[in-house]
Antibody
């Protein structure tokens, strides 16, 4: 069974940094694309970033480019999101997700999410 | 690529046939998925490749469409289907945008 557990969320001041972690289990981690998706509580979903199995192909939504960095550790079945220069509009629940299939982009399995609050 | 869902809010009775639409701003062939999100929970995948039912999802859910027009149908609405439904396009390279969501309630 796919199991994704996020951690590292919390309250941070504008301009501050936070590092989210996602511990994966129940599957061969090194075969799958991993992603981060966020959701302002009570609002819609926004894709944030994706990383391929090798860690060499990485993508970001425009609003976080230059501020967020996605990475992965295949030896320890983990994916990370380093968030710098945080803004109030980055406040959201951040979900770690895994592509359902390793061979195509067919949607995601989701973790339970971790809340990031950017406020002074 | 922008996705526009309609309606934004839907109220229907148990047993009703319910249809939610998702329109893409450009051709995404069949790279369209549907999620169900219940209050306080993470989304769950219902449909991928526009019309393929994810394992374990009840057969009353179905998806159709290709190109720019897509539909999620619940053939007979059940009380446990109260949720917000999102479409997402996964065509080509990111960003993999979501629709704005459709909130479904029981009358």
């Amino acid at each position: 069974e796919v199991h994704l557990v996020e951690s590292g969320g919390g309250l941070v001041k504008p301009g501050g940094s936070l590092r989210l972690s996602c511990a994966a289990s129940g599957f061969i981690f090194s075969r799958y694309n991993m992603n981060w998706v966020r959701q302002v509580p009570g609002r819609g979903l926004e894709w944030v970033s994706s990383i391929d199995p090798s860690g060499r192909s990485i993508y970001y939504v425009d609003s976080v480019k230059g501020r967020f960095t996605i990475s992965r550790d295949n030896a320890n079945n983990s994916v990370f999101l380093q968030m710098n220069s945080l803004r109030a509009e980055d406040t959201a629940i951040y979900y770690c997700t895994r592509d359902v299939h390793y061979y195509d982009t067919d949607g995601y399995y989701w973790g339970q999410g971790t809340l990031v609050t950017v406020s002074s | 690529i922008q996705l526009t869902q309609s309606p934004s809010f839907l109220s229907a009775s148990v047993g009703d046939r319910v249809t939610i639409s998702c329109r893409a701003s450009q051709d995404i062939t069949t790279y369209l998925v549907w999620y169900q999100q219940k209050p306080g929970k993470a989304p769950e995948l219902l449909i991928y490749a526009a019309s393929t039912l994810q394992s374990g999802v009840p057969s009353r859910f179905s998806g159709s469409g290709s190109g720019t027009e897509f539909t999620l149908t619940i053939s007979s609405l059940q009380p446990e289907d109260v949720a917000t439904y999102y479409c997402q396009q996964l065509n080509s390279f990111p960003p993999y945008t979501f629709g704005q969501g459709t909130k479904l309630e029981i009358k």
